[in-house]
């Protein structure tokens, strides 16, 4: 007769990565839910970046430390959401860890919901920032590293950008800013997804060559597929071996990443999407289980 472990083994990297494909795809199917409840909501980058937020999120698989009961735990890791206009898959992301109920997810902009249709921090537990005014994000990583870091809390402090935001001068200013104070607890996330409020990214403000442009700005930097789950998470494996400095996560992402049809659909910063659309849209979700 064996003894029975009061603590699981690691659990094999295959099943991580299916569950995790698992949580994205729920976070893609909650995101639909929230944007037929208000019959509008940014589901292209929401649909994008769901890879990256199950990688972080994922109740008992994410990168993040977190007690999703007591979302204020001082040790808890910070994940800043500059981009306010994702919230409708933050919230989605918040779900999958716990944070928030389920159920709460079709409360998304209505009245005296704690979801508001940008992501606010008076609002929402586990939202750090307000976002939504752009470029502002990593300065306050940046801060919040130093003050960490200065009080000895070994928590990171994880910002999720959008390509449209390293048009912002501020986000390069606290780029310099993190690798001078060799913020090893800071690392940017940035979600290229190819397209701004004004256009595709290439046509409105030329940001490549990315990896050579944060590694000049003294970053460790790691480009990945971002809809690719096991890429991910050996972008964040390397990561996190490199505590001298600043790292920056490339995410090359699609939009609409998950339902065929808008995958294919001509890119729109705000993607719009018929009312009969949503509940085939959830049908037409890859991976899906259930
Ligand atoms: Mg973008």
């Keep these: 007769m064996t003894s029975v472990s009061p603590v699981s083994p690691p659990a094999p990297a295959a099943e991580r990565v299916a569950r995790l494909r698992a949580a994205a795809t729920r976070i893609r199917r909650s995101a639909l839910i929230m944007g037929e409840v208000q019959g509008q909501g940014y589901i292209g980058q929401a649909l994008g970046v769901a890879d990256i937020l199950a990688v972080f999120y994922a109740h008992g698989d994410g990168e993040l430390r977190l007690r999703p009961e007591d979302p204020e735990w001082d040790g808890r890791d910070r994940f800043l959401l500059s981009i306010g206009h994702y919230a409708i898959a933050f919230y989605a992301a918040l779900a999958e860890a716990g944070t928030i109920p389920l159920a709460e997810l079709e409360t998304y902009g209505s009245d005296e919901s704690r979801l508001p249709m940008s992501g606010m921090a008076t609002y929402t537990p586990g939202m750090e920032i307000s976002g939504g005014s752009l470029g502002h994000g990593l300065g306050i990583a940046c801060g919040l590293g130093l003050g960490l870091r200065y009080r000895g809390n070994p928590a990171r402090v994880f910002n999720l950008l959008s390509d449209g935001e390293l048009d912002e001068g501020s986000t390069?200013?606290?780029?310099?800013?993190?690798?001078?104070?060799?913020?090893?607890?800071?690392?940017?996330?940035?979600?290229?997804?190819?397209?701004?409020?004004?256009?595709?990214?290439?046509?409105?403000?030329?940001?490549?060559?990315?990896?050579?442009?944060?590694?000049?700005?003294?970053?460790?930097?790691?480009?990945?597929?971002g809809n690719d789950i096991p890429a991910l998470l050996d972008g964040l494996d390397e990561i996190r071996e490199h505590t001298g400095g600043p790292s920056v996560l490339i995410c090359d992402t699609r939009i609409g990443r998950g339902v065929p049809f808008l995958e294919t659909r001509e890119k729109a910063h705000f993607m719009p999407v018929a009312e009969h659309e949503w509940q085939a849209a959830r049908d037409q979700l890859e991976g899906d289980q259930q």
């Design 172 to 225: 390069w200013e606290a780029a310099m800013a993190c690798a001078h104070h060799e913020l090893g607890n800071v690392t940017a996330i940035v979600d290229v997804n190819g397209l701004q409020a004004d256009g595709p990214t290439p046509g409105v403000l030329r940001t490549e060559p990315l990896v050579d442009k944060w590694r000049a700005f003294g970053w460790h930097a790691v480009r990945v597929d």
